[in-house]
């Protein structure tokens, strides 16, 4: 009885790694928000945010996660944006320190602008977690744009983004 649940967990398991590896989020359409959002943390995603903006698929930026030691105008400098660039759109977080973190920073600059649309721009192998944490934290009525930034993760990374994404909609369902 033990081993055939077992191998059914095992089953079921394995199957929705194969979903979770093989299709990847991918990068959205042109459809413009009220506002981008980027987690730190991954290759190319601040260049996407930055990119976005700049085409004016929104009009505010919020670059969550970023590490308090770093200088509005190191940041400037890294990613070539101009001061006028930075006073009137880019907003960077230094509260976050995780996903959950990322979600909860994203929530509290979302409801202080009434922002109404939202594109998340994240890596492939991060964005279901990060839209569920998202999700979970952000005023109602908020509309999110998953716009994923194409990577090539290893299967040691997708296999703990597959684990970190169970124990978090795990956590939704039985949060005690």
């Known amino acids: 009885m033990i081993s055939r649940l077992a191998a059914s967990v095992f089953v079921i398991w394995t199957l929705g790694f194969f979903w979770f590896a093989v299709f990847l ?6 459809v413009k928000t009220d506002a981008i959002v980027v987690p730190t943390g991954g290759a190319g995603r601040i260049d996407r945010g ?3 903006l700049r085409e004016g698929r929104a009009k505010l930026l919020l670059v969550t ?17 101009g001061q006028q660039l930075m006073d009137c759109c880019i907003t960077l977080g ?8 990322n979600a909860t920073e994203t929530a509290e600059w979302i409801e202080k602008r009434k922002i109404a649309s939202l594109r998340l721009v994240t890596t492939d192998w991060h964005m279901r977690r990060a839209a569920l944490e998202l999700g979970a934290t952000l005023p109602a009525g908020v509309t999110v ?6 990577s090539r993760p290893t299967f040691w990374i997708l296999f703990l983004e597959y684990n970190k994404l169970l124990a978090a909609v795990a956590f939704r369902i039985w949060p005690y």
Not at 67 to 79: G, N, Q, S
Not at 94 to 101: E, R, S
Not at 145 to 150: G, K, N, Q
């Open 50 to 52: 930055i990119e976005l």
């Open 25 to 30: 989020p991918q990068p959205a359409d042109g």
């Open 94 to 101: 230094f509260a976050a320190i995780d996903t959950k973190g």
């Open 65 to 81: 996660g970023v590490d308090a030691e770093v200088k509005p105008r190191e940041f400037a400098a890294e990613y070539k944006v």
């Open 145 to 150: 744009v998953r716009d994923a930034v194409p």
